[in-house]
C-alpha cells in the first residue's frame, strides 16, 4: 500500500520556524512531482511548493517565496518543508502529495488532481 505520512506541524508564534516531513512508502521514489499543499478552513486548498524527485522543477507560491524550502532525502523517501519566519496567514492543514509514475513536475504547479496519493496532513498553526 502506498503511504504518505506528515509529521512536524504544530503551534508556533509568528515568526518561528517549523519543519515538516512526509514519509513516502509503498512507492518507487522516482520520476514522480513531490509536492506540498495547504488548507486553511474555508478556502481552497493550495499548492506551497513542488519538486522533482530529480531534484529539478523547484516552485513556491508567492507567499512563501523566501521564507519556505523544499527538499527532499531520496534515499529516506522523505520529503521536507521548511517553514521560516511564519506568520498567520500560513495557518492551515498542511498535505504532502505525489503523481504517478513517470509524471513529473513542471515548471507551472500541476493541478491537485495531477496527485495520485496524498497524505492525511498536519496541522501548523501560527499566532
Known amino acids: 500500500d502506498v503511504q504518505l505520512v506528515e509529521s512536524g506541524g504544530g503551534s508556533v508564534q509568528a515568526g518561528g520556524s517549523l519543519r515538516l516531513s512526509c514519509q513516502a512508502s509503498?512507492?518507487?521514489?522516482?520520476?514522480?512531482?513531490m509536492a506540498w499543499f495547504r488548507q486553511a478552513p474555508g478556502k481552497e486548498r493550495e499548492p506551497v511548493a513542488s519538486?522533482?524527485?530529480?531534484?529539478?522543477?523547484?516552485l513556491y507560491t508567492d507567499s512563501v517565496k523566501g521564507r519556505f524550502t523544499i527538499s527532499q532525502d531520496n534515499t529516506k523517501s522523505t520529503l521536507y518543508l521548511q517553514m521560516d519566519s511564519l506568520k498567520p496567514e500560513d495557518t492551515a492543514m498542511y498535505y504532502c502529495?505525489?503523481?504517478?509514475?513517470?509524471?513529473?513536475?513542471?515548471?507551472?504547479?500541476?493541478?491537485?488532481?495531477?496527485?495520485?496519493?496524498w497524505g492525511q496532513g498536519t496541522q501548523v498553526t501560527v499566532s
Open positions: 519538486i522533482g524527485t530529480g531534484g529539478g522543477f523547484l
Open positions: 502529495a505525489t503523481t504517478r509514475f513517470a509524471l513529473g513536475c513542471d515548471w507551472k504547479f500541476l493541478p491537485a488532481s495531477d496527485f495520485r496519493f
Open positions: 509503498g512507492i518507487e521514489y522516482r520520476s514522480r512531482c
